[in-house]
């Protein structure tokens, strides 16, 4: 049954919401709106898609979506009001009702986004993501299009809601390695904004990992770009395991230092590199706000034109104007402690990088074993497709393997 042909207005689930309309759809399933029978409260709410409710996997990840959401407890992460089965065996998921737009849709229509607003939007992110973590739980596909941008009545502006945990990890569960394993060449994820290990399997994938994507999530952001570009799934890992690390003020040239900085450590290969939380990476953010507001008002301070008239230096030493003088000598100090926190930081990520570039060649071997494994599994698939479409596909099946045997 195709998504297109289902229909589930009017629909009443767990007796006590009726669906209205449809909102979205993929892969999985589809999302639709819904309303509470006796409050009235609009909902969303989420059905997996008939052909996989068969599907053990299908079931599992459905249903850690579901826990892992309602686990997490923070203002920037989609709520989830209940979960269950159908009488119709249909699962299903009643959240939060959300209006909106994606990062992902908000990034296609604008373009690279100025600094101030990718500060506000992947600093909430950041929350939500802390919040996860302190939970045991570990997203694994952070993305600009699960990163929802809605409005707050209590707080003016964008409001980020962390969606889809549909694959996420729950790191507090008993079987949560066995749960989480996958098959040699699977990749569980978006590949632009994953990171290494999660690619190629190299490392146990943990809190780090949403870190790598929070990061390139932020390049994005930042630049209207993808950190590493490539259309094939084996181009995309090997230059995010292997190529140089992007410079976003390189492709933005009006993006600063610091903000160059803080993807390096973001986005380290080495995960001991990255930042240790995602609380750390949201400090870090608001830091560089400071930052960059320092030194606009320095750049204006500069620029302020001369005035060369005598009087001017009898004024300058009025008790008036010290308050003026007193404000330039604090400003002019927290400029100096910010350049130094900053050659702080980037000698810290250079060696960091140094000890990175080790690890990278080992990194990269890993990535053409995934892309050896993922080419041998299309060529299995597209052998076993050849013989089907023979007239008698299973004697000449069973007619190959004796050929080659008399040779």
Request: glycine share 8%.
């Amino acid at each position: 049954m195709d998504l297109a042909t289902l229909n589930y207005s009017g629909k009443i689930v767990a007796g006590r919401y009726r669906v209205e309309r449809l909102l979205g759809q993929g892969g999985m399933g589809s999302v639709w709106a819904g309303r509470h029978l006796t409050l009235h409260q609009l909902v969303a709410v989420k059905f997996i898609h008939p052909r996989l409710a068969s599907s053990a996997e299908a079931l599992r990840r459905f249903d850690t979506e579901a826990k892992a959401a309602a686990r997490v407890k923070s203002r920037h992460a989609v709520a989830v009001y209940d979960h269950g089965v159908s009488e119709q065996g249909e699962p299903y998921i009643v959240m939060e009702y959300l209006e909106g737009e994606s990062l992902e849709q908000r990034l296609r229509e604008r373009g690279a986004l100025p600094l101030s607003e990718v500060i506000s939007l992947i600093g909430q992110a950041a929350r939500a993501l802390a919040a996860a973590h302190e939970q045991g739980i570990v997203h694994r596909d952070l993305k600009p299009d699960n990163i929802f941008l809605t409005k707050d009545r209590e707080e003016p502006g964008q409001v980020v809601k962390l969606v889809d945990f549909g694959i996420a990890k729950l790191l507090t569960e008993p079987n949560a390695d066995v749960a989480s394993t996958t098959q040699a060449g699977m990749v569980l994820g978006t590949p632009h904004y994953m990171s290494p290990e999660a690619l190629t399997a190299s490392a146990p994938v943990g809190p780090a990992a949403d870190i790598w994507s929070l990061g390139a999530c932020a390049f994005a952001a930042a630049c209207g770009r993808v950190p590493f570009e490539g259309d094939a799934i084996g181009d995309v890992v090997l230059k995010v395991c292997a190529a140089p690390l992007p410079v976003p003020s390189r492709v933005v040239s009006s993006l600063p230092r610091a903000f160059d900085q803080w993807f390096a450590r973001a986005c380290a290969r080495n995960i001991g590199g990255r930042f240790a939380t995602a609380a750390e990476a949201e400090g870090a953010l608001r830091m560089l706000e400071r930052w960059s507001l320092a030194d606009r008002e320095q750049s204006s301070y500069e620029l302020a034109p001369h005035k060369s008239d005598p009087r001017e230096l009898q004024l300058q030493t009025e008790p008036s104007d010290l308050g003026a003088a007193r404000r330039g000598l604090v400003l002019a100090g927290i400029l100096i402690g910010v350049s130094l926190a900053i050659a702080t930081l980037g000698y810290y990520v250079l060696q960091r990088t140094r000890a990175a570039d080790a690890q990278a060649a080992s990194v990269a071997a890993s990535a053409r074993a995934v892309i050896e494994a993922e080419n041998q599994r299309k060529l299995r698939e597209a052998e076993a497709r050849f013989w089907a479409k023979q007239p008698d596909a299973g004697a000449a099946a069973s007619a190959k393997p004796a050929q080659k045997k008399r040779r």
